[in-house]
């Protein structure tokens, strides 16, 4: 069964989407197979892998809702072993239907799990919110990876994140474990991205990855083309963080594979 690792943190604009994004490729570039669930009814994971929205009739709301099997809606990327569990606008409705599910919190657990053994990753991209979307996608995962933005709000709201994080450890999810904290959009030049770095390694410590992930033009540039930063520059700053954090995770979960040739010692 897959591992899986939502992408969570209420306040917008951290990166978790191009985290969501960029991470999945890197892992699928070093042989894994990955599904990114997009769980975002902005479904901007969906679009920044090349897909037009207008052109999908049906995504995980109709898993959630409707029962569809998520092995019938899946969509595979540009990127061989890299598949993905759409969204639309249309997820907005899925939280006020989901209120009058028996085992609500659960919904998309049961989905993840119908998949998950055909991938040794899905990563979920959760929305901008501790709504019940989120509750869900907290429910359904192994552990999960909490980007920070390296500006002065960075830690503003944390504390709600991880108060969230707790109750759902002792109520809905016993197993579920913080994966790491992410580093965002930082920048060396600047003393205030430095001073975020130092504060946030000071509270939580060996939770945070030791990768960086720095502000770099070809990240952002990168979705507008429906493309991961490793297919549209490979030799780009945000393509190689992004790389070094897939193999600080496989490393961390002891996965990484060593090819045959490399255990020949000459």
């Given at each position: ?63 959630l809702i409707e029962g569809t099997h998520p092995k ?179 490393q961390k979960n002891e996965k990484t594979r060593v ?8």
């Open positions: 069964m897959g591992k899986i690792i939502s992408l969570a943190n209420q306040k917008g604009g951290v990166g978790k989407t191009t985290s969501a994004i960029n991470l999945a490729a890197s892992l699928a570039a070093l042989d894994h197979k990955v599904l990114i669930m997009d769980a975002d009814p902005q479904a901007n994971a969906t679009s920044g892998l090349g897909f037009d929205l207008k052109n999908i009739k049906t995504t995980i709301y109709d898993c019938d809606i899946l969509l595979n990327t540009e990127i061989e072993g890299l598949d993905v569990l759409p969204s639309t606008i249309d997820l907005v409705g899925a939280e006020i239907e989901m209120l009058n599910l028996p085992n609500r919190e659960m919904v998309i657990k049961e989905v993840a799990e119908k998949v998950s053994d055909n991938y040794d990753f899905v990563l979920i991209d959760c929305s901008p919110s501790l709504g019940l979307l989120t509750v869900n996608a907290l429910t359904a995962s192994d552990s999960v990876i909490i980007p920070v933005q390296c500006e002065y709000f960075a830690l503003e709201g944390l504390g709600k994140l991880l108060n969230t994080i707790k109750i759902i450890q002792s109520r809905l999810n016993t197993a579920l474990q913080i994966e790491g904290f992410l580093l965002t959009m930082y920048d060396s030049r600047l003393r205030l991205s430095n001073q975020v770095v130092e504060e946030v390694r000071k509270h939580f410590q060996q939770m945070v990855f030791d990768t960086i992930i720095q502000r770099n033009i070809k990240l952002s540039e990168a979705p507008s083309f429906g493309k991961p930063a490793i297919l549209y520059d490979a030799g780009s700053k945000g393509a190689m963080n992004y790389l070094n954090l897939a193999r600080e995770l496989l090819k045959n040739a490399e255990k020949i010692i000459r």
